[in-house]
């Protein structure tokens, strides 16, 4: 390394620090710019579900009104430039720069119409996992409840193992393996997804990888990763603070020619003025995949948010560094109370860099454990027996101690 080059890393590495303890001061300052959601006053550990939204997200929601009174029904020309904005957002969380990026108002609808896309006839069987989040695990439910479709779900415990024994489930019959990075239950990021697509190719399958829970808060590379040939699912609900309407459903090179059996008039909408095609024509690119008509002040909202974070350098790099910071606060606090195992415990099956942006506690009294939280004042959400408390990067560290604080009074009270 150069000496130039070693002092611009030294200098990019005490900004990272610099920016870090700015994030996590007695009062943060990046909660001013949220001050709609208040989260300087309340606590808000409900990141890795609703993230507060910037203050900008307003203003873009303002934009989209204002640009429909102005242009009525010619405003989808400006609504277009504002999807084009959010799927370069996408593109960039995901470092690609091959594939295509569709845009959905929800998941559900984008992997609905990835199956409907795939050879279901002659390769009925899709291979899962017992811990994807209810998108994925309610709709294969419902299609392994027909009898011409064999839906086979693999174990998510341990998670350290789950790549390669969905790997050995993968057979010749098989039409889509789908798993996420990062497990919606108990935040654990999952490797080996690489080995897995080629598992999958090997096979002539497709991998879907859900990426919701690890966009934003965990760096992701489709290089790095060895995923360049998988399809990706997410959305910026969570981390991204994007709201609702706004996912996305990543297509790999080669995948282009893919006719979904669910398609909306949107996929046609630049030819609409020619007579309709026959066979059924689709648009170029992300038109392929395209729905029919929806609220584009979603895109609105999202195409602010994201120059927010680019404006305030909130990179993906800098997030996991107060994400990991935050989550080792509380885990390092909970420790502390040293309450009844018993009653609850910490998640500690895996080393702390591979969770992702909550904190997994385990507890048979979960539900009644954040139920009373919330009468204190403190926002959590239970999956089952797993309280999860998810901080976010406008919180200081002086909320997340108050928070672990009412926990172990409500658990004594428990």
């Not at 419902?142 to 790549?163: N, Q």
């Not at 603070?241 to 020619?257: D, Y």
């Not at 910071?325 to 195992?341: K, N, S, T, V, Y």
């Not at 895996?350 to 506690?361: C, D, H, K």
Request: net charge neutral; with cysteine.
């Amino acid at each position: 390394m150069t000496d130039r080059a070693g002092e611009a890393a030294a200098n990019s590495g005490a900004r990272a620090a610099l920016a870090l303890a700015d994030l996590t001061a007695r009062v943060n300052p990046l909660a001013r710019h949220y001050s709609r959601f208040r989260v300087a006053e309340r606590l808000l550990l409900t990141g890795h579900s609703h993230q507060a939204w910037p203050d900008v997200g307003f203003e873009g929601q303002a934009d989209a009104w204002n640009d429909a009174a102005e242009q009525v029904d010619e405003k989808w020309e400006r609504a277009a430039e504002k999807a084009e904005r959010v799927r370069s957002g996408f593109a960039r969380l995901l470092g690609d720069s091959q594939g295509i990026i569709a845009l959905g108002q929800n998941t559900h609808e984008l992997v609905t119409r990835l199956l409907s896309a795939l050879p279901l006839g002659r390769r009925p069987r899709l291979v899962t996992t017992d811990g994807e989040f209810h998108t994925i695990r309610r709709q294969l439910d419902r299609l392994a409840d027909e009898s011409w479709i064999e839906v086979v779900k693999v174990s998510a415990d341990p998670s350290s193992s789950l790549a390669e024994r969905l790997a050995g489930a993968v057979d010749g019959r098989t039409a889509l393996v789908l798993v996420s990075s990062v497990l919606f239950g108990n935040a654990h990021v999952v490797p080996g997804l690489g080995a897995l697509l080629g598992a999958c190719h090997g096979q002539g399958a497709e991998l879907l990888v859900d990426a919701y829970h690890h966009l934003n808060v965990v760096p992701f590379s489709l290089e790095g990763e060895g995923l360049e040939g998988a399809f990706v699912v997410g959305g910026g609900y969570k981390y991204c603070q994007l709201g609702e309407g706004n996912c996305f459903l990543r297509v790999p090179p080669g995948r282009e020619r893919l006719r979904p059996l669910l398609t909306g008039w949107f996929s046609e909408f630049a030819s609409l003025a020619r007579p309709p095609a026959a066979p059924v024509a689709y648009g170029d690119g992300a038109a392929r995949w395209a729905g029919a008509t929806y609220d584009p002040a979603s895109h609105y909202r999202a195409a602010r948010v994201f120059e927010f974070f680019e404006e305030q350098r909130l990179t993906p790099e800098l997030l996991r560094a107060v994400s990991r910071h935050q989550i080792g606060l509380l885990a390092e606090r909970f420790d502390a109370l040293d309450l009844d195992p018993g009653v609850i415990a910490r998640d500690r099956s895996v080393p702390p860099e591979r969770i992702g942006g909550f904190l997994a506690l385990r507890s048979p009294r979960a539900g009644e454990i954040s139920a009373r939280l919330k009468a204190r004042g403190v926002s959590t959400d239970v999956r089952g027996d797993l309280l999860r408390l998810g901080p976010a990067p406008y919180l200081a560290d002086d909320q997340l101690r108050a928070a672990i604080a009412a926990l172990g009074d409500v658990t004594r009270a428990v």
